[in-house]
T-cell receptor
Framework: DTGVSQNPRHKITKRGQNVTFRCDPI?????LYWYRQTLGQGPEFLTY????????KSRLLSDRFSAERPKGSFSTLEIQRTEQGDSAMYLC?????????????FGQGTRLTVV | AQTVTQSQPEMSVQEAETVTLSCTYD???????LFWYKQPPSRQMILVIR??????QNATENRFSVNFQKAAKSFSLKISDSQLGDTAMYFC????????????FGTGTRLKVLA
């Protein structure tokens, strides 16, 4: 296993279009996270899954954003009716469950540019 | 709400020298974890070092060590014998141990190691 994989790496879209990103976590990692990182900022939490259950959602995740993790494996993050303010790096991370397993393993991210 | 503050947007250090990156945080939690993550240019974030708040002993990982001052809510990272490969963005992060898996990141410090 080579780590957390995110696709695509880059996406340019026109304002108003829908986009979907995919994240494949490290095998057997039960926890999966989505973060958003804008220029000059640290990653901001969007949502968290434990297996297929979405357990936490940030207020940043407006109704235009939806995330799924069917079957508790890969996850998708969809943004509907994109806006220029959605331009950012979208990071996915995963970690194994169990007390003390706090290290999050990050993917390289999907850079979204809305024009 | 928890916050993490990194007051040094950019730093530079000569190769083989020592540098200290600062981080302060605010929380009402008693038990939590603190992390330093490294994000090299165009590469994924990786964990550098982790500190558990209930442990008084400062964590050390090879050339990386922390100075954890719980009462002052301070968590600085010291890099000894700096290497060119240490050039990266460094993020301080906080994770409560109360059941949430929402990591709170600082805004980062861009470290450049000079030859």
């Amino acid at each position: 296993d080579t780590g957390v994989s995110q696709n695509p790496r880059h996406k340019i879209t026109k304002r108003g279009q829908n986009v979907t990103f995919r994240c494949d976590p490290i095998s057997e990692h039960n926890r999966l996270y989505w973060y958003r990182q804008t220029l000059g900022q640290g990653p901001e939490f969007l949502t968290y899954f434990q297996n297929e259950a979405q357990l936490e959602k940030s207020r940043l995740l407006s109704d235009r954003f939806s995330a799924e993790r069917p079957k508790g494996s890969f996850s998708t993050l969809e943004i509907q009716r994109t806006e220029q303010g959605d331009s950012a790096m979208y990071l996915c991370a995963s970690s194994p469950s169990g007390a003390g397993n706090t290290e999050a393993f990050f993917g390289q991210g999907t850079r979204l540019t809305v024009v | 709400a928890q916050t993490v503050t990194q007051s040094q947007p950019e730093m530079s250090v000569q190769e083989a020298e020592t540098v200290t990156l600062s981080c302060t945080y605010d929380t009402s939690e008693n038990n939590y974890y603190l992390f330093w993550y490294k994000q090299p240019p165009s590469r994924q974030m990786i964990l550098v070092i982790r500190q558990e708040a209930y442990k008084q002993q400062n964590a050390t990982e090879n050339r990386f060590s922390v100075n954890f001052q719980k009462a002052a809510k301070s968590f600085s990272l010291k890099i000894s014998d700096s290497q060119l490969g240490d050039t990266a963005m460094y993020f301080c992060a906080f994770l409560p141990s109360s059941g949430t898996y929402k990591y709170i990141f600082g805004t980062g410090t861009r470290l450049k190691v000079l030859a």
